[in-house]
């Protein structure tokens, strides 16, 4: 939570693979000077990017003059009530400018690079409005858009309706399949978008590993709400968790906003649940956990392990003491083992710059945007003519490549248009006395990608 490489490149990407995209059980440290050089001439053939900004950025030339400038279109919630998901995306806009070098090389040919940064401010709305002003205004060459169905697939939609190349990730494949109008075993309806995420197989995996790390009653609360996401997970989640032999209690479909979760807490407490799941929206999980708490509820869990819940320290650190042992999946941490090919970093030194720079905590957007720029900018390498829109959305189609979050196969489906990406169970807990933050978010289970490192056993909640 794309394109194929032609075969020279898949070549030098396969002789690199154990060297320089993944990275052992060693420690991750920042990769020398020669490899650097030679993940980026086999990944991209080295970008500049322009730090991420509301409004566009100059350019710049690259020695010799370029082919003319490719305009790539960033899109994602920076402020509002998803803005955890974006916090990160400045960070990693710059360290790629910081590590490039001002070119990218398709063809033999040198192009300048200009990114256009936008907040959709949480607002789907303001996304659509944002992605038409960019194809429309700005002449963008590639769309690459990340972080909820909120974002996604309004900007998605506007690039399928404009003829714009668009990659996304960060929002469970189902809910931007089947939430934009495909069909399963139908054609798909999509022509320009393709999508790389997470989806119910891989959350199903990781619910199952990870709940069975402890002994309960198998029965499972699930808070859906009437939105693309707890639509998507009802209909195709649910069913996975009962063949695994968990019982699942749904009161139903509730409303985004939500203040009074009086019955969906009635309900799960007479049913006996011991396990919390469910895709609210972060603000709307704090009120139900809080009320939860004052009704009686909490102390007889033993899992509480939300979607969209729980992916950044800001989610735990509001909730208080309720938030230590809070479980979540994570599309990426430190414990991840690939190295990005545009930056030259992954794995704990990609956390490390992170904090270095800003003085926060790590997050998993960290590694999913940059993985989205990995893929992205990989696309307009093997198209061959990245001024060419059909030649970049056929680049998409069929991109087979390593990124931070692992390796993105579009060849291999699940269904058109679309890629899995790994999702991994972790918990936060409490750090150890003298460490820098509060929190710690470690690895517990690792069924979708036996190269994450597992860090720690998985804890009981109450």
């Known amino acids: 939570m794309t394109v194929a490489y032609s075969m020279n490149i898949a070549a030098r990407r396969s002789q690199l693979k154990d060297k320089t995209l993944i990275q052992d059980a060693a420690p991750a440290n920042d990769l020398s000077r020669r490899e650097f050089v030679t993940a980026a001439g086999a990944g991209l053939g080295g970008v500049l990017l322009p730090a991420f900004a509301k409004t566009a950025g100059a350019a710049q030339s690259a020695p010799g003059g ?37 070119r990218i090389e398709v063809a033999g040919k040198s192009y300048a690079l200009e990114i256009l940064g936008r907040d959709t401010q949480s607002d789907p709305s303001r996304a659509t409005q944002l992605a038409k002003d960019l194809i429309n205004n700005h002449k963008i060459d590639l769309m690459l858009t990340t972080s909820t169905p909120e974002v996604v697939n309004p ?25 934009r109008g495909g069909k ?63 019982t699942v209690i749904d009161p139903g479909a509730y409303q985004d906003g939500t203040t009074d979760y009086s019955s969906q807490i009635a309900r799960f407490k007479s049913s006996g649940v011991q396990i919390i799941t469910g895709a609210p929206l972060p603000n709307d999980f704090i009120v139900f956990l809080r009320q939860a708490a004052q009704q009686g509820l909490t102390h007889r869990l033993k899992i509480v392990m939300p979607a969209k819940f729980g992916l950044f320290p800001s989610d735990i650190e509001a909730l208080g003491a309720l938030g230590y042992r809070v479980a979540s999946g994570a599309y990426w941490s430190p414990a991840f083992p690939y190295v990005s090919p545009v930056v030259g970093l992954g794995g704990r030194a990609l956390a490390d710059a992170y904090e270095k720079a800003t003085g926060k905590q790590w997050t998993q957007q960290i590694g999913a945007s940059l993985a989205l720029i990995d893929a992205g900018f990989a696309a307009l390498k093997n198209s061959a003519d990245p001024k060419d829109k059909a030649a970049v959305a056929k680049a998409l189609s069929v991109l087979d490549v390593v990124t931070t979050v692992g390796r ?52 009981p909640y109450a």
Not at 411 to 422: D, I, M, S
Not at 441 to 455: C, K, L, M, S, W
């Open 184 to 246: 399963p075993g139908q054609p798909s309806p999509f022509h320009w978008t393709y999508h790389f995420s997470f989806g119910t197989e891989q959350f199903a995996k990781m619910y199952v590993a990870t709940w069975n790390l402890l002994s309960t009653n198998k029965k499972v609360g699930v808070l859906y709400p009437n939105d693309a996401d707890g639509n998507a997970l009802r209909a195709h989640l649910i069913p996975e968790l009962t063949k695994a032999g968990f």
């Open 155 to 179: 900007v998605a939609d506007a690039c399928e309706a404009s003829g714009m190349p668009c990659l996304s990730t960060v929002d469970p494949w189902e809910s931007w399949y089947f939430g």
């Open 66 to 102: 370029t082919a003319g400038t490719l305009k790539v279109g960033f899109i994602s919630p920076l402020t509002g009530p998803l803005a955890g998901f974006g916090e990160t995306d400045p960070f990693v806009l710059d360290l790629v400018r910081k590590k490039t070098n001002g």
């Open 408 to 459: 993105i196969n579009f060849p291999k489906g699940p269904v058109p248009n679309v890629a899995t990406a790994p999702i991994i169970g972790s918990q936060w807990v409490k750090s150890k006395p003298g460490s820098r933050f509060k929190l710690t978010f470690p690895t517990v289970e690792h069924a979708d990608d036996p190269r994450v490192v597992i860090q720690a056993k998985l804890l």
